[in-house]
């Protein structure tokens, strides 16, 4: 396989031949359509065949639509000749994770008891303002069922695999979006967050991964989890994510929940961190057991934040781990979404799903209330927290990616994906912005991943420290070789 790059250090795109166009990032694609150096036909004929070449090795993708891409792609070419792009992002591929509604085919959901059949006439929010900035769509990309775990295998689709280490998980429950903006199968992709699932597969697989306040990206149909999931982009670099986050922000009445529009968060992108006030928690007060490359590389990165003029205090958030109550919140919702289906249909689900469907059918209307005091308590701390400094930082993940087709480590003696996740979960429950960016790799060669947080709707302050740690090369990581 090709070896391709998503580091800051991008080919000029003026020199990009069709061959190149999966390693440029969707800003370069830009810069190149409008310079006329290649089309989006170019661009989205390249993605394909790199998906092709890869979908056999880490199975990221359900289902792709070569036609329609490259017919979106013909219609985006014209609007570039006459010197008239659609939107934003006219002509760059995008894929995206198979729980939002595409017209035009089936959303599947990882699951064996969602029918394909039926008309599919409905975008979700964020894929319909895809196609009002021109994007082209060129397939949906792999989740475990209803997205309901932090790995990426599924009854329908089998197990999605990791592009630095194929016997590794991608880790989820996007994980098919990370694994295919990491091997170059499209520069831009949107996932799901409910407990970490777009911040955990980014920080497996080596991309930037942004879980934007709650409400700040419109979801339609709802989460089964609730106000836990978030919608958000997923991509090579910091800058890529403030464009896409720009337009999937766009409002839609579907959701009754969204946020008030707020400014473009890429108008601030390089504002930089100096003078902001960082408390660096390596591992929540000891409460965390974090491996000892993953606290190396994370400290080198906040040393770089402090090279940048940050100031930075080591210092943790008043947090007692919060796993029960967003157990009965998550299993509280597995029991929801299960309810409708009939008993041959249950017995099609992932066992594992069944399993936490079972514990949340027992949970009492009090239980799920006294989950939502602790969550509401939660916050509270989080935003006192955030009265003194403007974000927090931690490892994404303790740990890096381990065998594929698992729940958890083997051998580690946990029982569920939140064992391992415990610096993602919390800021699900108080609904704040957090993003991962790679720092470094392990003795393995695999990415490892550093936790921006900020108070919320303040998205942006995210946004400027992961832009400062990819302009200041901090974020460069090695790209997925030959050997996956």
Sequence with gaps: MTDHTHRTDLPDPSAASASDLTGLTARQLLAG???????PVDATRAVLERIEEVQPLVNAFVRVDTEAALGQAEESAARWRKKEPQGLLDGVPVSVKDVFLQRGGPTLRGSRTVRAEGAWEEDAPAVARLR????VLVGKTTTPEF??????????????????????????????????????????????DGGGSVRIPASFCGIFGLKPTYGRVPLYPSSPFGTLAHAGPMT????????LLDVISGPDWRDWSQLAPAPAVSGSLGEG???????????FGGQVAVRPAVASAVRGAVGRLAELGAYIEEADPDITDPVEAFHTLWFSGAARLVQPLNEHQRQLL??????????????????????????MELGRRLGRFHESYDLLVTPTLPITAFEAGAETPARSGLRRWTGWTPF???FNLTQQPAASVPCG????????????????????????????????????????????
């Excluded at 359509?33 to 089309?39: P, T």
């Excluded at 069944?354 to 969550?375: K, M, N």
């Design 147 to 192: 997205g309901w775990k932090g790995v990426t295998d599924s009854p329908l689709s089998g197990v999605t695999r990791n592009p630095y280490d194929r016997t590794r998980t991608a880790g989820g429950s996007s994980g098919g979006s990370a694994a295919a903006v990491a091997l170059g199968a499209a520069p831009l992709s949107i996932g799901t």
């Design 236 to 243: 090579r670099d910091a800058a890529d994510a403030a464009l």
């Design 350 to 375: 992932d066992p594992g799903l069944r399993e936490i469907r079972a514990l949340g059918a027992r949970y009492s209307a009090v239980d799920y209330l006294a989950a939502v005091d602790v969550r």
């Design 33 to 39: 359509y409008e310079q006329g150096d290649f089309s």
């Design 441 to 484: 790799v392990d003795e393995d060669g695999l990415p490892i991943g550093i936790q921006l947080v900020a108070a919320r709707h303040a998205d942006a302050l995210v946004m400027r420290a992961a832009h400062a740690l990819y302009e200041s090369g901090a974020a460069r990581i090695p790209a997925p070789g030959t050997g996956i």
């Design 273 to 283: 961190v100096r003078g902001l006030r960082i408390a660096y928690s390596p591992s």
């Design 132 to 135: 009002e900035h021109g994007a």
């Design 424 to 426: 993602t979960y919390p």
